[in-house]
Every structure is written in C-alpha cells, then in structure tokens.
C-alpha cells in the first residue's frame, strides 16, 4: 500500500466537535471546532446527553467545511481517524460511526484512535502559524493534563509508554473546574481563573500540595479540593470577591509548582532531556512559564503545544492515526468505541 499522506480526522469523544485535515509529518492543514459550553453551562458540567446531541448536529457540516475550506475533494484524502476511546460513548459513537460510514463510502482505509495518545503527539503539531520548538524525538517525557486524566509517561516510541506516575484521584483539569465552581465562576473554569489570576498575588493563599513525599510521582488533587472549600467558606462574601486575583493566582500557581517538581523528579529518575506538557490544563499561563523557565534552567528541550492544541482537537488524533496506519494498522467495520482506556493505552 503506499504511504498514506492526508487524512480527515474526526474528535467527538467529550464535549468538542473537532474535525481536521492533517498531513503524515504532523502538518495541520485546517482544524475547526465547535464547543458546547453553552449548552452544557446551565448545569454546571457535561451531560453525556446533550453532547451526544450536539455533535451528532455539527459534525457532518464540520467535514464539509474543513473540505470546503480547502478546496478538497475526498479524491485526495488517503485516509480517516477518529477518537474511539476514552470518552463518553454516545459522543464516541457519534464520530466512529461516521468515520466507517465516510470510509465505507468513499472506500478510505480508517483507524480508530486513543484520545490520550492523542494529547502526547499534541505538541509535535505544526500549521502555517506554528512550528514546534524541537521536532518528534523519542524518548520523551510527557505530563498529560487535562479535565480526564494526569499522567506523567515516559514516551520511548510510538504505542511504547511507560506510566511514570498519575493522579489517585482528580485530574489536574478537574481540580480547576472544582476550584472555579466554588468561588461561582461557573463552567469550565481552568481558562476563567487563569483570566482572573493575572495581576493577583501568588502567595496570598496557601494550598497544599498532594503526595509530595521524596520520590513520589503519583498525583493528588483531594487535598488542594478541601482545603480549597475550607478556605472559601472561610471568606466573608465581600472578601472573596476583593481578592478573586489573589485566590486565583496563589491556586495555580501553587498547583503548577506541584506538577512542575514532578516532572522535575520524572526527568531526574529517567535522564530524558525532552520535555512535553500537554492537554487542556497546560494551556494554563502559570504552568506554561513555570514549565519554560524550569527547562531553560536545566537545559532541558521543552516543546508546549500553542493553546488550539492543548485542549481537545481532532489534528491530534489525525496525527497518530496516520502514524500508525503507515505502519499498517487499520480497522474493520466492526471497531467500535470504549468508554474506558488504562493510563497506560
Ligand atoms: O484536554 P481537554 O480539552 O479535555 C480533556 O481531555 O479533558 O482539557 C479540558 C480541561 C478542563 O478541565 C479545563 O478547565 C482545563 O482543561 N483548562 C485549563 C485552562 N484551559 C483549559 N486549566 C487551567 N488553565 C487554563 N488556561
Ligand atoms: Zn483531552
């Protein structure tokens, strides 16, 4: 079979219809999302239902106009890739069955994709806009931050990862999310306390940190949730809103040291010099400078995705998917979505 160059590649597995047009060396060619956050605001979180429902609404006019946009024909895409798993299965369900549809019909090879793995070839993402600090290079380490999961990997190839450590309980997005809906600020909150964070003060509040003991790479956010809410009740209705910024960047500021002394002691315990941090969470401000300075100090190489491919997005899963089918991995009619995937795909 011959290399495969292009591929549409479809992401439905959360509350983001995403849908891209990516090359084999990672090139994005367009990449356009719809989010929900509308629909899912007035109940304070993601309902499995109504994101089930919004992508089955946009994801057929997302391909078209990725296409479109374009000027492409499906004569010239090699190839489809879509997130089966993990995720919510009726948003799963929405892309896998029209990735086998397209490819039933226009007779395209098709893949389905961990949307993990996803996230660790995130920051290799290159567009017209982007080039990456430092291209693909194994072995990596990878810090994988996001609303779902917290996982520190050692990356020594493609589908060849090693869990260094990951959380006991909350992700790291979640412990924002939390963060956010105790002070009021609604639904979803990583980016809104960021916003609030700047120009507050970073050792205003105290928040303790989870699982620090010498050694440790495991993660837990329990602890920074309780003391959290044992803090905020703790404020007069009036305090809490005078100092939002202090509350907000004493929060992540903190929580982005934690994860940084982590992947400090993962780099230590392995001796790997390249550096990623990806998901949602690593769009955060504080992380992302806290991350480049700690690098640069330890001359260490550290490529961070810019924000379109930090939070969810269907170049990603492009982009692994058209590794591993030009390696000759492919599937059937019958593939169908997980809800679960171990840490360790
Ligand atoms: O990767 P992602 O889009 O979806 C999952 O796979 O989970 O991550 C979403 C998470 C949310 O918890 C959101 O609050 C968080 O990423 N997030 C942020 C920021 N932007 C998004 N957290 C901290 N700071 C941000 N700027
Ligand atoms: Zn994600």
Redesign the pocket.
């Known amino acids: 079979m011959p290399k495969l160059t292009t591929a549409i590649a479809i992401e439905t597995s959360?509350d983001?219809t995403s849908v891209a047009l990516v090359r084999a060396d990672g090139y994005v060619h367009a990449c356009v999302s719809a989010a929900q956050d509308e629909k899912h605001r007035p109940f304070g979180g993601i309902v499995p239902e109504v994101a089930g429902r919004a992508h089955a609404e946009a994801l057929m006019p997302l391909i078209d106009s990725v296409l479109g946009e374009q000027k492409m024909e499906w004569s010239a895409v090699d190839a489809i890739a879509v997130t089966n798993r993990p995720g919510l299965l009726g948003s799963l369900l929405v892309g896998v069955v029209t990735a086998k549809t397209l490819g039933l019909i226009f007779g395209k090879p098709f893949l389905g994709v961990n949307?993990l793995e996803g996230?660790i070839f995130a920051p290799f993402l290159k567009d017209t806009n982007h080039q990456p600090t430092h291209d693909l290079e194994f072995p990596f380490v990878s810090l994988a931050v996001?609303?779902?999961?917290t996982t520190l990997y050692l990356v020594k190839g493609l589908g060849d990862y090693e869990v260094l450590g990951t959380t006991r309980d909350d992700?790291a997005?979640?412990a924002?999310?939390k963060f956010s809906k105790m002070l009021g600020l609604g639904f979803?909150?990583?980016?809104q306390?960021?916003r609030l964070a700047q120009g507050g003060k970073s050792d205003a509040f105290s928040f303790p940190q989870g699982m620090m003991q010498e050694g440790e790479l495991a993660f837990s956010f329990s602890g920074v949730k309780s003391s959290s809410m044992r803090l905020i009740q703790s404020l007069a209705a009036e305090e809490k809103r005078a100092r939002i910024a202090d509350l907000c960047a004493s929060f992540?500021e903190q929580l982005a040291a934690g994860l940084i002394e982590k992947l400090n002691r993962a780099v230590k315990k392995t001796g790997v010099r390249v550096v990623t941090i990806t998901?949602?969470?690593s769009?955060?401000?504080a992380l992302r400078r806290q991350g480049s300075e700690w690098a640069s100090a330890s001359g260490l190489k550290m490529v961070l995705p810019p924000f379109r491919y930090?939070?969810?997005n269907a170049a990603m899963i492009g982009y692994v998917g058209l590794l591993r089918m030009n390696r000759g991995e492919f599937d059937r009619q019958t593939m169908a979505p997980s809800p679960e995937a171990s840490v360790g795909l």
Do not use: K, L, M, Y
């Open positions: 959360c983001d949307h996230h996001s609303g779902g999961h992700a997005g979640e924002f999310d979803p909150g990583g980016a306390i960021d992540q998901g949602g969470v769009a955060n401000s930090c939070t969810d």
